[in-house]
């Protein structure tokens, strides 16, 4: 099957005031349709720069960089952000259909999408709120089904759920098993959560080192959907535990 | 205190305040010349509009004080965005500015007077640059202030050029402060019309200026109160207009 993104010895650096900092060195990861794959690593790593990579809004210094278009028609990726970021002067419906709105696509066709979006994650009776109106787990939804909405070929996520109580977190990572389920969408899933990150993946991916590179990378090898009280998963957190702290005695 | 209590209160306020110009006129306290007593006032008021001169004043002064008001808002809208949204234009601009912002609005007078003459033109120039200033700083704030994490929601979901910057997020964003400016602005520009048309132009500061050549003052009184009634109008429908477009704030 073809890879949705082929990342091949990628390297960034900045320079600011003449000074040279190397953020990411020689990285490689390739992405197959459906997967699941989450990366951990210590805050300032790099994990976010490797999202603005995929993004476009970074240029890497080197290395080749490839994300399947499955049509022009959709975008590569979509972002759902660590705090949910919506306009604050749009409605909940209206948020959601935002990402739609260069595409030519006419109005009703795109508050149909956006409808369906807001169903998806379960909040399809809201759609007409202000986005103060709503608590901090239904503003994520809607985060995350703004960046459904547009039909990426990979749905990124920075920590998208790291900002929330543990109870609301939970059914928000169950959640995301379901649409997974349901769309069969390809998510790349940032955070420095262990346990939320083999929880959810199908591989986890550690970040480490300056310039950071891929240290570790393990399967994890349960079936969805998964129960958090599976021993493998168990087993892998503490597999993950060790090689990081490992890595960091290294350091 | 209790709403029943502020209210009571303001009214004996008023009622006192009243009295005691009532008073001094009639007492012979001060010459009733110069200060005309309140009790006057509803019949010149009715003199007037049974003339026809109130409502062409308060017409004349209303197109000076909109068509001004729409020209500096927009002006001051127009290039407040284009200096909080690129550098270049706030450095080039920056030294005209540093110039022309401390000149207060009047000082125009002279040269409004040469360029269009005693005309509705000339009013409307000193109105419109009366308020423009407070648009402009207002909105180049705004601009400037909003949030880069939203600008960066745009980006990430393929807005990227300035325009699409521009109506998707950088309006929407600063619609608050851009507000605050123009509601001030609508205080500023009432000052500016009398001042404009007190040098000729037709409307309610010409119609005062006569009145008081003429030591009617109980006329300059009731255009005096024309004006805060006109005043109060319009910045009661601009604070409702202004709460329905910010209806999205929490």
Not at chain 1, 61 to 89: H, I, N
Request: proline residues 5%; contains cysteine.
């Amino acid at each position: 099957m073809e890879s949705v993104i082929d990342i091949e010895g990628l390297s960034l650096a900045y320079e600011r005031d003449g000074q040279r900092t190397e953020v990411l060195a020689d990285l490689d990861l390739t992405i197959q349709p459906g997967e699941l794959v989450a990366i951990v690593g210590e805050s300032g790593v790099g994990k976010s720069t490797l999202l603005r990579v995929l993004m476009g809004l970074a240029k890497p210094s080197g290395g080749r960089v490839r994300v399947a278009t499955g049509d022009s028609r959709r975008p590569p990726v979509a972002l759902v952000f660590q705090d949910a970021r919506l306009l604050p002067w749009r409605r909940v419906i209206s948020n959601v259909a935002f990402g739609l709105e260069w595409r030519g696509i006419p109005r009703m066709k795109r508050l149909e999408r956006a409808k369906a979006m807001l169903r998806l994650v379960g909040l399809g009776n809201l759609a007409h709120r202000w986005p103060h109106q709503l608590s901090g787990g239904q503003r994520q939804r809607v985060s995350l089904a703004r960046a459904l909405a547009v039909d990426p070929e990979v749905l990124l996520m920075d920590e998208p759920f790291s900002a929330l109580d543990s109870f609301t977190r939970e059914a928000l990572q169950d959640e995301l098993q379901r649409i997974r389920a349901e769309t069969g969408k390809t998510v790349l899933f940032v955070t420095h959560d262990i346990d939320e990150a083999v929880y959810l993946a199908d591989r986890v991916i550690v970040l480490a080192g300056t310039p950071a590179g891929i240290s570790a990378l393990v399967e994890v090898p349960v079936a969805h959907p998964r129960s958090r009280h599976d021993p493998t998963l168990a087993a892998t957190v503490r597999q993950l535990r060790t090689e990081l702290s490992a890595r960091s005695a290294e350091l | 205190m209790r709403t029943p209590q502020r209210l009571g209160l303001a009214a004996a306020g008023l009622a006192l305040f009243l009295a005691i110009w009532e008073a001094a006129p009639r007492l012979g306290l001060v010459n009733p010349a110069f200060l005309p007593p309140p009790s006057v006032i509803p019949g010149a008021f009715w003199k007037e509009i049974t003339s026809g001169i109130w409502f062409g004043a308060v017409l004349s002064s209303l197109s000076h004080y909109l068509v001004g008001l729409a020209a500096g808002v927009g002006c001051g809208i127009a290039l407040g965005i284009a200096s909080g949204m690129f550098r270049w234009f706030e450095s080039a601009t920056a030294w005209i500015v540093r110039v022309l912002r401390p000149i207060p609005g009047l000082a125009w007078v002279p040269f409004a007077i040469i360029w269009f003459g005693v005309q509705p033109s000339a009013a409307v120039f000193i109105i419109a640059i009366g308020v423009f200033w407070i648009v402009f700083f207002a909105t180049q704030g705004a601009v400037r202030g909003v949030d880069r994490d939203l600008i960066e929601v745009a980006q990430a979901f393929g807005f990227r050029s300035s325009t699409a910057r521009l109506v998707k997020i950088l309006l929407p964003a600063s619609t608050p402060g851009i507000l605050v400016g123009v509601r001030t602005a609508l205080g500023q520009a009432w000052m500016a019309v009398v001042a404009a048309e007190i040098f000729g132009v037709p409307g309610v500061g010409q119609r005062m200026m006569q009145a008081s050549s003429l030591l009617a003052t109980d006329i300059v009184v009731v255009y005096m109160l024309t004006m805060a009634g006109l005043y109060g109008l319009f910045d009661s429908a601009f604070v409702a207009l202004q709460g329905w477009l910010l209806r999205w704030k929490a």
